[in-house]
């Protein structure tokens, strides 16, 4: 059986941890919006979960249903949250070639020192 290459190995695994890196960085300035209510409250937040704006119409606000509107905003932060992390997931499986984990680094068994 041929033993690998291991100065290979680790040069693989150092442009993997740099092209990880430099993912993670890009998602900071990439934003998704999401919305509820009908576009009544909208929510833009980062691909790194970091939220940039909460909007709400002023048609939204009734004195006498607060709890509707805490519903809205609750699930235009959910559904922002889940669309940032479908997107992060994306840009960091393009940079793992699909290894398993979170950002791809569980597979690899800590070799990344993720």
């Given at each position: 059986?041929p033993?690998?290459?291991?100065?290979?190995?680790?040069?693989?695994?150092?442009?993997?941890?740099?092209?990880?890196?430099?993912?993670?960085?890009?998602?900071?300035?990439?934003?998704?919006?999401?919305?509820?209510?009908?576009?009544?409250?909208?929510?833009?937040?980062?691909?790194?979960?970091?939220?940039?704006?909460?909007?709400?119409?002023?048609?939204?606000?009734?004195?006498?249903?607060?709890?509707?509107?805490?519903?809205?905003?609750?699930?235009?932060?959910?559904?922002?949250?889940?669309?940032?992390q479908?997107?992060?997931?994306?840009?960091?499986?393009?940079?793992?070639?699909?290894?398993?984990?979170?950002?791809?680094?569980?597979?690899?068994?800590?070799?990344?020192?993720?």
């Amino acid at each position: 059986m041929p033993q690998p290459n291991l100065n290979q190995l680790a040069k693989m695994a150092q442009k993997m941890q740099a092209d990880m890196a430099a993912a993670q960085e890009a998602l900071a300035s990439e934003e998704v919006e999401a919305s509820a209510g009908g576009g009544m409250v909208t929510v833009k937040i980062t691909g790194d979960l970091q939220i940039k704006a909460i909007t709400i119409d002023p048609d939204a606000v009734d004195p006498e249903d607060v709890e509707m509107l805490q519903d809205m905003i609750l699930a235009a932060v959910n559904q922002a949250v889940n669309q940032a992390q479908e997107l992060a997931a994306t840009r960091m499986g393009a940079v793992t070639g699909g290894l398993g984990g979170p950002g791809g680094a569980g597979g690899l068994g800590g070799l990344l020192g993720m």
